[in-house]
């Protein structure tokens, strides 16, 4: 079993930044994909970013340019550095892991508020 951690949401203005963190417990945390996922009220969840176990990393359009997904295997800690937020970036965000024998896991998620 996998646990992860979230921490980091808030609530920010417009233009403003955040870092959110998720911390897995467990093994093989080097050798899974990490992602980040968000769900605003009333919409579906949808992926935000990835990272795989290369370092290799992908992101929604809506981010580009404005969200890095970084991981720090060390410390069992994936990362997402939030700049120039939006309102519409306003929702839920949740840490997903994907383990090498493709069993995945969810965090509790984690508020992110942006106001205008």
């Known amino acids: 079993q996998v646990q992860l951690v979230e921490s980091g949401g808030g609530l920010v203005q417009a233009g403003g930044s955040l870092r959110l963190s998720c911390a897995a417990s467990?093994?093989?945390?080097?050798?899974?994909?990490m992602a980040w996922y968000r769900q605003a009220p009333g919409k579906q969840r949808e992926l935000v970013a990835s990272?795989?176990?290369?370092?290799?990393?992908n992101y929604a359009d809506s981010v580009k340019g404005r969200f890095t997904i970084s991981r720090d295997n060390a410390k069992n800690t994936v990362y997402l550095r939030m700049n120039s937020l939006k309102p519409e970036d306003t929702a839920v965000y949740y840490c997903n892991t994907r383990r090498p024998n493709n069993d995945e896991y969810w965090g509790q998620g984690t508020q992110v508020t942006v106001s205008s």
């Open positions: 467990g093994r093989l945390f080097n050798l899974s994909r």
């Open positions: 990272i795989n176990s290369g370092g290799f990393t």
